[in-house]
């Protein structure tokens, strides 16, 4: 199994998942460039000027290694790059777990991503501007489950350690990326896993990428917030285990 970490997060946000699984599989976990402890250097912003250069990494990683038949897990933003990397390399990667993902975050004729353009163009502003005042601000919004002030400043912290001008560009790809063409195009099963509410990804999203990858199933989690694996890690394990 290999888990792909969300934006601003890293590795270690999967700890209370991974443990649940080490007895049946091999797990490889990795940073995303420019987050925890990977090589900074390795930055291009013409490889990572769009997903696809994240998800030719997660290709190389199972190339590497010589894997296959893989479960990939990706939260957030790297469910898109997971779902990029399925189609770039089907050989490798057996499943895909989709957490909370979103093909795109603005709203467009009758699709609801969540956002306006001009909420995600704000957004962008502002990050730009004050990074850190930015990932204070936001982190906590986006963790959801305000009667846990722990998890909002867990995910603050995860989002300050990144380095900031990586961050500013993952930020611009990630919320201004399309990536709806792409889901008809993910032939492996498929698990799409849904937060009851969502700030960054509705409802309507994750049905849409459900509707939209023929071999799929979907799965509302009774969790809040965008990140159930840290939230509601036990919920989110069962509904894994009842995929793989």
């Known amino acids: 199994m290999m ?27 990795f940073d995303h460039v420019g987050a925890g402890a990977s090589h900074i250097f390795a930055y291009s912003p013409t490889k990572y000027g769009t997903l696809d250069g994240y998800a030719q990494d997660l ?29 770039k390399a089907p050989t490798r990667f057996g ?25 995600i163009a704000e957004l962008l502003d502002f990050l730009s501007i004050n990074y850190q005042g930015w990932a204070v601000a936001t982190a906590p919004v986006i963790m959801g489950n305000p009667d846990r002030p722990e998890l909002g400043i867990e995910l603050t912290d995860s989002f300050c350690r990144a380095d900031p001008d990586i961050a500013k560009d993952f930020a611009r790809v990630t919320f201004m990326s399309d990536n709806r063409e792409d889901l008809p195009r993910v032939a492996v099963p498929t698990l799409v896993l849904q937060s009851s509410e969502d700030i960054i990804a509705p409802i309507e999203v994750g049905e849409y990428v459900r509707d939209h990858i023929p071999n799929s199933q979907f799965v509302l989690l009774e969790a809040t917030g965008h990140c159930p694996n840290l939230s509601a890690p036990d919920e989110v394990v069962r509904a894994i285990r009842a995929f793989v």
């Open 3 to 29: 888990f792909a970490h969300g934006y601003g997060c890293d590795q270690t946000m999967w700890r209370y998942v991974v443990p649940h699984f080490q007895d049946r599989f091999r797990i490889v976990l």
């Open 59 to 87: 290709v190389e990683i199972a190339e590497e290694l010589d894997l296959s038949d893989v479960i990939l897990v990706g939260h957030s933003v790297s469910a898109m790059i997971g779902a990029l990397a399925c189609v």
């Open 95 to 119: 499943k895909l777990v989709m957490v909370g993902p979103s093909p795109r975050y603005i709203d467009d004729d009758a699709y609801r991503g969540g956002f306006s353009e001009t909420q």
